[in-house]
């Protein structure tokens, strides 16, 4: 999977910076319709089209059959009954195509949210004004001797808010930092004589880092969710998280990791729905 996550980054990487030149909220715009239509295109050929039309047209009949015979108690009875059969079919017939669209929904969704759903988190360089909670709370899980062994190295540029807080038999612990200076930085995590990192950004000067991923998780389906970053299996750890304020999508009526979604959703919906007749898709 994370071979998989590597090369879809890399391939929006590309289609994405002429858009983004425009607006991000004009990336995601155009990335959500032409999902749209490939989905629209991709379901056209892995239906079955002339059963979705015969289905729809035989609902069509039976409701005629309803409207025509309504003072016949027991036409009307199996009309309905045949209406409902038809339905079952009918959303048998169009939600099966779907579910192997779900993974390259998953693929781009995913996609989307890491760039467009966060904010960097803000540079904190006043020193009198730190309090405990103030700072960014980096949170892990993992098995308890992964816990146990933890060590945590901030690089130059964040500070560490004292010791690490851990709790084996919860199978958990934290560490809490300030951003010094704005920059994208490899928070280095040590647990079991195993070694790894979490991608931090910090500061709202322009930087290189494209995305911008909260969680670091382990397994299958939540790499699909979260693309920026390798996962975590063979560490010991299973999920290293912090919070990154939610982004400001501009003149789009949503904002943060929901609206990204619900805007791509839409987008989706209505650029496909207006592409229905051109494709010749029967839905």
Known sequence: ????????????????????????????????????????????????????????????????????????????????????????????????????????????????????????????????????????????EGESAAISSLEIELPEGLTQVGPIPRIPGQKKASAEFFAENPGVYDIVIRANGAETTKRFVAGAEEHNERTMQPERVSGFFMALLWPAEDTLDGTGLSHVSFVYPESDLGWLPFSGPGGVLIIFVLASMIVGFLALKPLGVQI
């Open 1 to 140: 999977m994370n071979a998989i996550n590597r090369a879809v980054t890399k391939f929006f990487d590309l289609v994405l910076t002429p858009l983004e030149a425009v607006s991000n909220e004009f990336a995601l715009l155009v990335v959500s319709g032409v999902f749209g239509v490939l989905a629209l295109w991709i379901f056209k050929h892995i239906s079955w089209q002339k059963g979705i039309k015969a289905t729809k047209d035989k609902i069509k009949g039976h409701l005629i059959e309803i409207r025509l015979y309504q003072d016949d108690l027991v036409v009307v009875s199996k009309a309905i009954v045949k209406v409902l059969a038809r339905n079952v079919q009918y959303l048998f017939l169009n939600f099966g195509p779907f579910i192997p669209l779900a993974i390259p929904f998953a693929l781009v969704a995913a996609q989307m949210v890491v760039r467009y759903g966060f904010e960097p988190a803000p540079v904190q360089q006043v020193v009198d004004t730190r309090l405990a909670g103030d700072g960014v709370t980096l949170s892990i």
